[in-house]
């Protein structure tokens, strides 16, 4: 084999990888703008996909990527063909979620990470995956005190708790209406508080956020929505 063929051997092993896993996906990918419902192609919803964020979850981002939360957590929910049924909200997934109603939610879709500097889409899955993380905790509270001691709710937990995000300090007057573990094993003690910092606030807020329940638009390839199903108690209605 003659030296010239064996370098274009190797130039093509190299780029045709490269130009198909990067370069296509960046052409295709990288001009993507959020695209408006339409109601005449049968969208229910106003507005624009996908919903926009908050200047305080878009602060919360940037601490979730600052504290590798995303080496962790994943924020993909893969589509049915990938065998089962997808990842679409699973109750028992994480075991912490038997008291929640289970909630089918879409696949995850290149527009969820749009205006990202960094998709979160994640490393790997060492914790639950967090796409639909919002449902998760019914309140703010409860995610800060997980943001402070993931082992309170699990004692097997592996999730690092992020208490250099929160502030031990002297009561004064009024405890804090956001203080966490004011009792039981984690309180910090007689005449002290824990309250947590801007930034966990902002955390928590990102987090609340994490909900894919903005049905993807029909021009997208979203699913029409399906009619209202009969109340059970209603009675029939009368033959047209
Ligand atoms: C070392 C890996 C790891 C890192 C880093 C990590 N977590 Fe976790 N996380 C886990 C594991 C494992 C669980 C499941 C155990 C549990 O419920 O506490 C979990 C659970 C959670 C849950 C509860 C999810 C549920 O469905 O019950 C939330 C919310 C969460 N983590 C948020 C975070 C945030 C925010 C960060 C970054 C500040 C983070 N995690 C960093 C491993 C990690």
């Not at 052409?27 to 049968?42: C, D």
């Not at 990527?65 to 063909?81: E, L, N, S």
């Not at 060492?126 to 005190?145: K, Y």
Request: proline share 9%.
């Amino acid at each position: 084999m003659s030296l010239k063929s064996l370098l274009l051997g190797l130039l093509a092993t190299f780029a045709a990888p490269w130009l198909l896993l990067i370069v296509r996906p960046y052409g295709s990918l990288a001009s993507l703008a959020p695209v408006a419902y339409n109601e005449e192609a049968g969208d229910e919803t106003k507005g624009f996909f996908p919903p926009t964020r908050s200047a305080d979850q878009a602060r919360g981002q940037q601490i979730y990527f600052a504290q590798g939360c995303a080496q962790c957590h994943t924020q993909v929910i893969r589509p049915q063909y990938v065998g089962g049924d997808g990842d679409e909200f699973k109750r028992n997934w994480g075991e912490a979620q038997e008291a929640l109603a289970p909630k089918r939610t879409r696949q995850t879709s290149p527009y969820d990470y749009l205006g990202e500097s960094f998709a979160a889409i994640g490393q790997r899955r060492n914790g639950p995956d967090l796409a639909n993380g919002g449902f998760r905790f019914a309140t703010r509270q409860q995610f800060l005190e997980h943001l402070y001691a993931p082992q309170a709710r699990h004692e097997w937990s592996s999730c690092p708790p992020q208490r250099h995000l929160f502030k031990t300090r002297v009561i004064q007057g009024q405890p804090s209406r956001m203080a966490v573990f004011s009792q039981g094993k984690y309180a910090p003690g007689e005449g002290l508080e824990i309250v947590p910092s801007t930034e966990a606030l902002d955390l928590v807020d990102y987090l609340l956020a994490l909900r894919r329940n903005a049905p993807l638009p029909i021009s997208l390839g979203g699913e029409k929505p399906a009619p209202a199903a009969p109340a059970a108690s209603a009675p029939a209605a009368p033959a047209k």
